[in-house]
């Protein structure tokens, strides 16, 4: 069976100075269908940035293979990784990272302008809630709305997946549980795959599949085949 994203035997070493190194990731190997909404869950320190970092081709993987939609992204050169990260995957972080001195459209258009293509951007901000406030400066939207900018900004180039470090991290509960509900529908709706990094276990209630990393190893992975939706998780 092909997966649209498959682990296999990946490690990821950190070198510590001359005569000392770091295993971050060590062997893991866990496999990703199309259109799933998955939760990595793990404590600080398991692993689990440094294995969304390796999907998103921002870091290398010392040994093992990583595949995307049937493609080895191990072997790509720099100008191929590049090539990957702009195209084919979209970036949710805790901070919004939003260019102050832009209004939320011309935060979302400016990825149109790099990578060229992609999706409406007045459409896509339809999508997340902020057609009123597309002409506002994001010192003018509260943090929720902020962090939609930045979803519209990631999906606007119509990537194959969403990637998601923490993405309520800088959010109240209520406005977290808005943001989260949104990237299911991405999901659920818009047959977008997502994953989310995340050390919040409530959050494996609403996952189609969790992966639970600890110490940088694959200790568990679940196939949830009811999956609540968001607002419905006891947060």
Request: hydrophobic share 40%; with cysteine.
């Amino acid at each position: 069976m092909n997966h649209f994203i498959e682990f296999r035997d990946v490690n990821k070493e950190y070198r510590l100075g001359k005569n000392n190194s770091f295993l971050a990731v060590d062997q893991i190997n866990f496999s990703i269908e199309m259109g799933e909404f998955v939760v990595i869950l793990g404590p600080s320190g398991a692993g689990k940035s440094t294995v969304l970092n390796l999907l998103g081709g921002m870091d290398r993987v010392t040994k093992g293979t990583i595949l995307i939609d049937g493609k080895d992204i191990t072997q790509y050169n720099d100008k191929e990784l590049t090539n990957y990260r702009a195209r084919d995957v979209g970036f949710i972080f805790q901070f919004y990272n939003l260019i102050p001195s832009l209004t939320a459209r011309e935060n979302v258009a400016l990825v149109k302008e790099v990578v060229g293509g992609g999706l409406d951007v007045d459409e896509v901000l339809e999508s997340v809630g902020l057609k009123e406030h597309r002409y506002q400066f994001p010192t003018q939207l509260s943090g929720g709305e902020q962090q939609r900018v930045s979803i519209a900004r990631a999906i606007c180039k119509d990537p194959k997946l969403l990637l998601c470090d923490e993405p309520t991290g800088a959010l109240d509960s209520d406005t977290g549980v808005i943001i989260l509900s949104l990237l299911q529908d991405m999901s659920k709706i818009g047959g977008r795959t997502v994953i989310i990094v995340s050390h919040n276990a409530a959050l494996a209630e609403a996952a189609d599949k969790v992966i639970r990393i600890k110490n940088g190893k694959v200790r568990e992975v679940i196939i949830n085949e009811n999956p609540k939706p968001v607002k419905e998780v006891n947060w």
